[in-house]
């Protein structure tokens, strides 16, 4: 009595979790869709819509207790005969896209063959392949009466169908393989999306609760389980919007530089630390100067990668450190009238890396203004030195000033 109650149970688990797969799946398609995208669940098959012009019907297979795609799996053959019949029926409309999605990284030669069957003489070959596998050689397909009955009554339908109905299903089949975590895959397009890394988690439960309450809302009433790209994308960004700290701030992808990495900087005796050196800077400026710059490198190449900036923005803002240097400069010029050059250039590098300027609208990490001016200043566009540029454009300049 207790195994039977512990096999229900873990039967009613699994169902469970099949269901939970459709609807990981249902949301993975909604993240990848285009404007006036549909997306639904449980009317042309498990998970279906229109997208990017055309429309899928996807069957959805957990693999949690077995290899669904493998030749003689029953689920494999149920759901190309379930296909045919409903391109048979009318059903599943001309044109539509099939897709067969097992959440785990099974292999199955026969799915797999049938996936990559491109042209329709690929498809031809392939199902010639198969019938004599399964069936035998024709016309005595001595083999047919061997397949088990379980199995035979879809093969039969597939197998038996005609060549050229066949064949388009075939066309316009794919095979997606997961990799055991469904849940994921849908972190990891989250995340190929411009929002803080730390916030994927949340944008998922809040995106996941909010499937789940509006599919549950369609049925209650009567209605298709149809979400368009529309409505979802709004609900998305209201979603980033509430718990995204980066549409205000652009969250730093930097770490500090290895010890190794700081060496190479002074080996190569990069301009932005020869402005230093002209200037009498301390050791623990010239240490901050390759920290900053070198994690300010950093943060630009992510957030220009990621989307987060666009590449625009950081001319624009380099404009904008180029200006507030200036401004700088003329105060300075006042304050130090009469003071060493080597003075100057310390106050005016002071009042620059105190500075905070906004990259795109958005406050950047501490790290990122001060490693952006020593940019402009490797490429000489700014200096400390009131002299600076003539004195690192002669050769042995640093040797001369000092």
Same mark, same amino acid.
């Given at each position: 009595?207790?195994? *039977?109650?512990? =096999?229900?149970?873990?039967? +009613?688990?699994?169902?469970?979790?099949?269901?939970? /797969? #459709?609807?990981?799946?249902?949301?993975?398609?909604?993240?990848?869709?285009?404007?006036?995208?549909?997306?639904?669940?449980?009317?042309?098959?498990?998970?279906?819509?229109?997208?990017?012009?055309?429309?899928?019907?996807?069957?959805?297979?957990?693999?949690?207790?077995?290899?669904?795609?493998?030749?003689?799996?029953?689920?494999?053959?149920?759901?190309?005969?379930?296909?045919?019949?409903?391109?048979?029926?009318?059903?599943?409309?001309?044109?539509?896209?099939?897709?067969?999605?097992?959440?785990?990284?099974?292999?199955?030669?026969?799915?797999?063959?049938?996936?990559?069957?491109?042209?329709?003489?690929?498809?031809?070959?392939?199902?010639?392949?198969?019938?004599?596998?399964?069936?035998?050689?024709?016309?005595?397909?001595?083999?047919?009466?061997?397949?088990?009955?379980?199995?035979? *009554?879809?093969? =039969?339908?597939?197998?038996? +169908?005609?060549?050229?109905?066949?064949?388009?299903? /075939? #066309?316009?089949?794919?095979?997606?393989?997961?990799?055991?975590?469904?849940?994921?895959?849908?972190?990891?397009?989250?995340?190929?999306?411009?929002?803080?890394?730390?916030?994927?988690?949340?944008?998922?439960?809040?995106?996941?609760?909010?499937?789940?309450?509006?599919?549950?809302?369609?049925?209650?009433?009567?209605?298709?389980?149809?979400?368009?790209?529309?409505?979802?994308?709004?609900?998305?960004?209201?979603?980033?919007?509430?718990?995204?700290?980066?549409?205000?701030?652009?969250?730093?992808?930097?770490?500090?530089?290895?010890?190794?990495?700081?060496?190479?900087?002074?080996?190569?005796?990069?301009?932005?630390?020869?402005?230093?050196?002209?200037?009498?800077?301390?050791?623990?400026?010239?240490?901050?100067?390759?920290?900053?710059?070198?994690?300010?490198?950093?943060?630009?190449?992510?957030?220009?990668?990621?989307?987060?900036?666009?590449?625009?923005?950081?001319?624009?803002?380099?404009?904008?450190?180029?200006?507030?240097?200036?401004?700088?400069?003329?105060?300075?010029?006042?304050?130090?009238?009469?003071?060493?050059?080597?003075?100057?250039?310390?106050?005016?590098?002071?009042?620059?890396?105190?500075?905070?300027?906004?990259?795109?609208?958005?406050?950047?990490?501490?790290?990122?203004?001060?490693?952006?001016?020593?940019?402009?200043?490797?490429?000489?566009?700014?200096?400390?030195?009131?002299?600076?540029?003539?004195?690192?454009?002669?050769?042995?300049?640093?040797?001369?000033?000092?």
């Amino acid at each position: 009595m207790a195994r *039977k109650s512990q =096999d229900g149970a873990n039967g +009613a688990l699994g169902q469970f979790y099949g269901y939970g /797969i #459709q609807e990981a799946r249902f949301l993975h398609h909604l993240l990848r869709s285009r404007p006036g995208d549909t997306v639904a669940l449980e009317c042309l098959d498990d998970v279906s819509g229109g997208q990017n012009g055309s429309k899928f019907a996807e069957q959805v297979k957990s693999g949690l207790a077995h290899n669904p795609i493998s030749d003689r799996s029953v689920d494999l053959w149920k759901t190309l005969a379930n296909w045919l019949n409903g391109r048979r029926s009318g059903k599943i409309p001309a044109g539509t896209q099939f897709v067969l999605y097992v959440a785990q990284p099974y292999q199955g030669k026969i799915a797999q063959q049938l996936s990559d069957s491109v042209t329709r003489q690929d498809a031809h070959a392939a199902i010639a392949a198969i019938r004599k596998e399964f069936w035998g050689d024709a016309p005595n397909f001595d083999k047919r009466a061997s397949v088990p009955e379980t199995l035979a *009554k879809h093969v =039969d339908i597939v197998l038996s +169908a005609r060549e050229n109905a066949l064949v388009d299903i /075939i #066309q316009a089949f794919t095979l997606e393989q997961g990799i055991g975590a469904p849940y994921d895959e849908i972190r990891q397009e989250i995340a190929c999306a411009p929002v803080g890394a730390e916030n994927v988690e949340q944008i998922l439960h809040q995106l996941t609760g909010w499937i789940r309450t509006t599919v549950f809302d369609r049925i209650e009433k009567r209605n298709p389980a149809v979400v368009s790209r529309d409505e979802f994308h709004e609900e998305y960004l209201a979603v980033v919007r509430k718990v995204d700290r980066s549409d205000t701030t652009l969250p730093s992808r930097a770490t500090p530089p290895t010890p190794e990495a700081v060496q190479a900087e002074f080996l190569l005796e990069q301009m932005y630390l020869r402005q230093l050196h002209i200037i009498g800077a301390e050791q623990d400026v010239l240490y901050d100067a390759i920290n900053t710059f070198l994690m300010a490198a950093t943060d630009r190449t992510e957030w220009a990668k990621r989307g987060y900036i666009h590449r625009d923005s950081l001319v624009e803002y380099e404009a904008a450190l180029k200006r507030a240097w200036t401004a700088k400069k003329m105060a300075v010029k006042v304050q130090m009238r009469g003071k060493p050059p080597e003075d100057f250039g310390a106050v005016l590098l002071a009042s620059c890396l105190e500075a905070s300027v906004p990259l795109q609208g958005k406050t950047v990490s501490t790290h990122f203004t001060p490693g952006s001016f020593h940019k402009l200043a490797n490429a000489l566009t700014i200096g400390w030195h009131p002299d600076f540029a003539t004195l690192l454009e002669r050769p042995g300049g640093i040797a001369d000033a000092a």
